[in-house]
């Protein structure tokens, strides 16, 4: 850790826990149940619930790293150290089987556990916040039903002094606000419905907006573009990357299939999503895409982009290209048996750093399961670091008329440092 970083965390702390004294951190525990004590839901609520599951991404965060559905645990990187998911299985004693309904509904929209003590906003609960008592409703029936699995989260290894949880409080008084969705009467029933997903369960803004120094997201630059896990998340508004301007078609088979003739496929954390959104009601897609093509409406097609002449690249890294890359990608957009698109389209290439190019030539991409979808070899056991970063620069230069990336070889590094320790 830095000596910047050190003295900047004391400062934004103190700054914390002065608005977070002044904000009274109390909160009322709420009395335990018996697990026996619990009525049983209906079917239709536990169906509901596990849609609301898959939209709000809850098991990608809460999946154990030894593969138990939601028992917690997954360790999330944050500017201010790491915070691990908790079990929320309903085993008693490590999982929330002793909460009434009452204190899961308050710990999604307050931030708040049982207990009463604060929770990190690395729980989104900032959008949570927005759901209906019905979906908060069906959502815990749902978790009900899960199998029980005891353990226990590691403790956060969080910096000085971010670990005293009661500073959250003031976080809360000046980025969080307790909301319910408000629909707008003067748009259609599908557009309110996808705001309400996009805004609320599906924190779509979680990675797609940028955040300040205390991690909250600016809310005067919603959708302009975020990151995640080491990917930069690109915009949705109308500062979209995409050479085609995303409708709802588009997106909709972006969103429920993780890939568009267009566009190209959803990588990294996207994948994850798409998954999600895979098993997800096609009605409730839809919502989401007609919103979010909304976000973008007012910006145009991008010019086709031009195809450079002012590419400076070695023999070596255009043999690479022809010989590994060209087959599957196309000039222009002819989508053979792996559905690569050209990289004319892709967004990766446009984006502001190498950090998405770099981590996709590095993985691949991944085939669905199940589904004959797009598959990319993964070319990290195969490049050299420098061949890579050789590979992100000619491509950028070819593809697009945009500056050329700072340092790409470092984002290698980078890159190869995440993945070799999870
Ligand atoms: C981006 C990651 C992320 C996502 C997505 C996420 N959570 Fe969490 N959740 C966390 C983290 C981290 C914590 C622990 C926060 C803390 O310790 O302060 C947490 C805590 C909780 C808690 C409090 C549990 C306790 O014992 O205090 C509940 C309940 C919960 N999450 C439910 C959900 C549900 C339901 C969803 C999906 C709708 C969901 N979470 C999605 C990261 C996430
Ligand atoms: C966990 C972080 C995360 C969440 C949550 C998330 N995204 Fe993304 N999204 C990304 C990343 C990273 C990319 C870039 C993927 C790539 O390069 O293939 C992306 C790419 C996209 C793209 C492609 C944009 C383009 O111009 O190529 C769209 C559209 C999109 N996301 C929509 C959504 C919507 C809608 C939601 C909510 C339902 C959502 N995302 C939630 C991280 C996320
Ligand atoms: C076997 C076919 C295949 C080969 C070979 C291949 N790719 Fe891909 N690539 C794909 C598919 C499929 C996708 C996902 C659809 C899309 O975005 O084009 C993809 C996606 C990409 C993306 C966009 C990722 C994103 O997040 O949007 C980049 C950049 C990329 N490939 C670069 C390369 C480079 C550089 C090479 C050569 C080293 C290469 N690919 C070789 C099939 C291939």
Redesign the pocket.
Known sequence: MTLRLTLFGITAGAALIFLGGFAWTWRPAIPPINLEDHGDSDAKAIWRGAQLAAIG?CNDCHRADTGESYAGGRPLPTPFGTIYSSNITPDAETGIGTWPEAAFKRAMREGVDREGRQLYPAFPYDHFTKATDEDLGALYAFLRTQLPFRKAAPANALIFPFGFRPIVAGWKLLFFREARFQPEGSKGDAWNRGRYL?EGL???G???TPRNVFGAEKGSSSYAGGV??G????P?NSG???VHR?NADD?FE??STGWNRL????????A??TNN?GGVSSTDVRA?AVY?ASLSADSGDTAAPVQTNKIVATSEVRAIYEGACANCHRDPNVVGPSKAVSLSLS??VRQWSAA?TVR?VLGGIQARSGAPGAYMPAFGGILTDSQIASLADYVRARYTDQPQWADSLKEVSKARQEGSTP
């Open positions: 991404n996009v599906a924190h779509c979680g990675c797609h995640a896990e990917w930069d998340a690109p949705l979209s990357l995409a995303w997106l972006y969103l566009h190209g496929a959803a990588a990294g954390p996207m994850d999503v959104l989401i979010v967004s990766a998405n996709v």
